[in-house]
């Protein structure tokens, strides 16, 4: 098997699904310390031509408190505006903002809910068969382990032999010592992607996924889902 940890982030980067969809389980680490000025509120859109933050504000924002603990302060409607502002002339507009939509209409007040949610249903738009669970629900029992040492086990209650992170976790996570636990270590890079953006003349890469489906469609995006490298 194949496995995949990770934060759930909201509208994450096209390498995020990338690797959703390489791998067999998927699991949402919601149950570890939120970050301040991380991905799980926030992601980059194309605003007013420019690269910049949308971000869902939250109430309690501390990093002493898990991530599933952190509320949002509703401002669905006010960044439905701006993208919608900013993307309405992108050829595959409706449909993509279609989805946004229905992202935003789950019934919650937790910025981890809403991260996932957007995380699901693009990959079930864009026809990712991976397995999903949350490590708040199924693996409580090793939270008190220090960060490696929880993967570990995580990965043997699951029988899993290859333990897959995107490339940043190559400054936090060491071959030698998964193989040791007789897990298989690798990372995965997105490959070099280019799409037209609209009217911008410069290629601004690593948006979130929104920018990939808005100008891409559903086609296109499964498409780039196959533009990787594994290291």
């Known amino acids: 098997m194949k496995l995949a940890i990770m934060q759930p982030y ?5 390498g995020y699904f990338q690797l959703v969809n390489y791998v067999d389980k998927f699991i949402f680490y919601d149950d570890v310390n939120f970050i ?5 509120n926030r992601n980059r859109l194309l605003v007013n031509k420019q690269v910049n933050y949308i971000t869902i504000p939250v109430k309690n924002q501390s990093s002493f408190l898990k991530i599933n603990e952190i509320e949002f302060v509703d401002y ?12 309405c002339k992108a050829a595959y507009f409706d449909s993509g903002f279609s989805l946004v939509e229905k992202v935003f209409q ?16 693009i990959a079930e738009h864009l026809e990712i068969k991976t397995h999903f669970e949350k490590s708040s629900e199924l693996y409580s029992q090793s939270i008190n382990r220090k960060r490696e040492e929880r993967l570990y086990d995580i990965c043997h209650q699951n029988l899993a032999k290859d333990y897959v992170n995107l490339i940043g976790g190559e400054q936090l996570y060491s071959k030698e010592k998964f193989k040791l636990n007789n897990i298989n270590l690798l990372f995965i890079l997105c490959g070099d992607v280019k799409y037209n953006q609209g009217e911008e003349m410069v290629f601004h890469p690593n948006l979130s996924i929104i920018d990939v489906i808005m100008h891409n469609g559903k086609d296109k995006t499964k498409e780039f889902l196959k533009n990787y490298v594994i290291k």
């Open 10 to 14: 909201i509208f994450p980067y096209l």
């Open 76 to 87: 669905r409607k006010k960044i439905l505006k701006t993208i919608e502002y900013n993307y």
């Open 106 to 121: 789950i019934d919650t007040n937790k910025i981890s809910d809403l991260a996932i949610n957007s995380v699901k249903l």
């Open 36 to 40: 301040k000025n991380g991905w799980v």
